[in-house]
């Protein structure tokens, strides 16, 4: 089967829903519900690689899908880096922020091979797509590493992934140049080329949905997020629970409401 890569946004993206479902490489994500978001439009999603879950599932199913789609792919998990809660499958298990800043300028170190890893995984995904597709891929999610070590992982992800545009998305400070540049929140401050995320904000009304609307529409993408999209349940008794252990079995009913927020 022959994969159309587009580099650019297709026009029919700026109408669609363009959700960040960073959880649904979860086991008991329900993906034949999560294509109920994009009925009848082209499908622009966005997830986190092997944190969730390693067989990721429903990524392959909605890469089968014939229709055009976008997707903006995290590979390593940079929150758990920074509040120490990796698991031992992620990226950054078993480092500090200063080691694995030493540690992603080293072929060789443990960090990039996991890396290597992921970004084949990806590139396997990618290879076993149907239909029109344009791919973003980032190194890392809200990263803390500095632009040296940013560098060095997007140098070794853009020669596997090299399709793919190349998204870099630090916590602080400046975008690596030749990038596309990604910041989340409701006015995140960004230029052309970018990529906007509703990551981490809760959106309470329609008059915030339509705000961020308006302060990223320079942009290639803007994503709707909240937190259940990363399996997070209000009231839970427990603080705290590992990306892989979470309940992600969400009624079909949100994403119904997720495809209608856009209208």
């Given amino acids: 089967?022959?994969?159309?890569?587009?580099?650019?946004?297709?026009?029919?993206?700026?109408?669609?829903?363009?959700?960040?479902?960073?959880g649904l490489c979860n086991k008991?994500?329900?993906?034949?519900?999560?294509?109920?978001?994009?009925?009848?439009?082209?499908i622009v999603t966005g997830w986190l690689e092997d944190s969730f879950g390693k067989n990721c599932k429903c990524a392959n199913a909605i890469l089968?899908?014939?229709?055009?789609?976008?997707?903006?792919?995290?590979?390593?998990?940079?929150?758990?880096?920074?509040?120490?809660?990796?698991?031992?499958?992620?990226?950054?298990?078993?480092?500090?922020?200063?080691s694995a800043n030493r540690a992603a300028k080293n072929p060789k170190s443990r960090l990039r091979k996991r890396l290597n890893v992921l970004?084949?995984?990806?590139?396997?995904?990618?290879?076993?797509?149907?239909?029109?597709l344009t791919c973003y891929v980032s190194p890392c999610l809200e990263c803390d590493l500095n632009g040296p070590a940013r560098k060095a992982l997007i140098s070794a992800v853009s020669a596997t992934l090299s399709n793919c545009s190349i998204v870099?998305?630090?916590?602080?400070?400046?975008?690596l140049r030749g990038t596309i540049?990604?910041?989340?929140?409701?006015?995140?401050?960004?230029?052309?080329?970018?990529?906007?995320?509703?990551?981490?904000?809760?959106?309470k009304s329609?008059?915030?949905?339509?705000?961020?609307?308006?302060?990223?529409?320079?942009?290639?993408?803007?994503?709707?997020?909240?937190?259940?999209?990363?399996?997070n349940r209000k009231g839970s008794p427990i603080p705290f629970l590992k990306p892989s252990e979470r309940?992600?079995?969400?009624?079909?009913?949100l994403f119904r409401k997720v495809r209608n927020l856009w209208n």
């Fill in 1 to 22: 089967m022959r994969i159309i890569f587009v580099l650019l946004a297709f026009m029919a993206t700026a109408q669609a829903q363009a959700v960040s479902y960073i």
């Fill in 28 to 42: 008991s994500w329900p993906c034949s519900r999560t294509l109920e978001t994009w009925k009848g439009k082209p």
């Fill in 64 to 98: 089968r899908q014939k229709k055009e789609k976008t997707i903006r792919v995290h590979l390593a998990n940079g929150p758990c880096l920074r509040n120490k809660r990796c698991e031992r499958h992620d990226v950054f298990y078993g480092y500090s922020i200063a």
């Fill in 119 to 132: 970004a084949n995984k990806l590139k396997q995904r990618i290879e076993q797509s149907k239909g029109p």
């Fill in 168 to 175: 870099d998305n630090p916590l602080g400070g400046r975008c």
């Fill in 181 to 203: 540049c990604e910041r989340h929140g409701i006015a995140p401050k960004l230029h052309k080329p970018c990529i906007a995320d509703l990551d981490g904000t809760e959106v």
């Fill in 206 to 231: 329609k008059i915030d949905l339509q705000r961020f609307k308006q302060n990223t529409k320079q942009c290639d993408l803007s994503f709707y997020w909240t937190a259940w999209m990363n399996c």
């Fill in 247 to 253: 309940d992600c079995s969400h009624p079909v009913l």
